[in-house]
């Protein structure tokens, strides 16, 4: 089983164009060997330019947008859509993150469709999952994780599935400062490869990567990164400052 590292800068609404050209610079400057990870970086949509454009000429930090519509084109105000992102230099999308799905409404329904149209542009998508506090208190965990899988793949072939990164994200460690524990983030992400055995079979499983995500920082990214079925992480918060960001990639080298 070999499982190439990814590990990815999830920005959010940080980062105006010249911010993400002096961290790229601060970044790019110090980096981490990358041959045995795989570094992404996603941030909002009017800085895609700006690094892709200060990235050109260097394969080893990929680039991301953090949501996409999947509609190709027309009357959708406010959207983007995968041609728009494949233009400014995206291989990489992240869907149904967690703030997608409880602040702007999304539901499995409209992340698959998403999924699909990812998929169709050869773009990556980073399929985001996770339970909130009450759901794991409330003995719900395995249900909701299954049903987001499940919903969220809903007509993807097994052929299709190493070309997806799925992000274990617990919705009550995300910016609470507040990380799962090693092993509860283990035991989660081995039932969520289980979910994707039974999905899709034993190969696939063991193929797909699987991101943690929620409070990683340089100072718990090691004990995480050693657990086997974290295959990288989706930072956010600590993603922010290049230094702290490089220190995260270093433990997954
Ligand atoms: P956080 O965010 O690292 O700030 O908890 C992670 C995420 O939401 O992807």
Not at 18 to 44: Q, R, Y
Not at 71 to 85: C, H, N, R, V
């Amino acid at each position: 089983m070999s499982r190439k590292y990814v590990i990815a800068a999830n920005w959010k609404m940080n980062m105006t164009p010249s911010e993400t050209a002096g961290f790229l610079d601060a970044f790019l400057k110090n980096f981490p060997d990358p041959t045995a990870v795989e570094i992404v970086i996603a941030p909002p949509f009017v800085s895609l330019a700006k690094a892709s454009e200060l990235m050109a000429g260097q394969s080893a930090v990929g680039l991301s947008a953090q949501n996409m519509s999947h509609e190709a084109s027309g009357a959708f105000t406010g959207e983007t859509s995968a041609a728009m992102l494949k233009e400014v230099g995206c291989q990489y999308v992240i869907l149904g993150h967690s703030e997608r799905r409880s602040l702007y409404g999304e539901d499995d329904v409209v992340i698959n469709k998403k999924v699909h149209a990812t998929l169709a542009a050869g773009l990556i998508p980073i399929l985001c999952i996770g339970e909130s506090l009450e759901e794991r208190d409330g003995g719900q965990l395995e249900f909701v994780l299954s049903q987001q899988l499940e919903g969220s793949l809903l007509g993807i072939d097994a052929s299709q599935m190493p070309g997806i990164i799925i992000a274990y994200e617990p919705v009550w460690a995300i910016g609470t400062g507040r990380t799962a524990t090693p092993e509860q983030a283990q035991e989660t992400q081995c039932y969520v490869r289980s979910v994707l055995e039974r999905l899709f079979g034993a190969d696939v499983a063991a193929a797909v990567r699987i991101q943690y995500g929620g409070s990683v920082k340089p100072g718990n990214a090691g004990e995480l990164i050693a657990q086997p079925d974290i295959d990288g992480f989706l930072v956010g918060g600590a993603s922010l400052d290049p230094a702290s960001f490089a220190d995260i990639v270093k433990a997954g080298i």
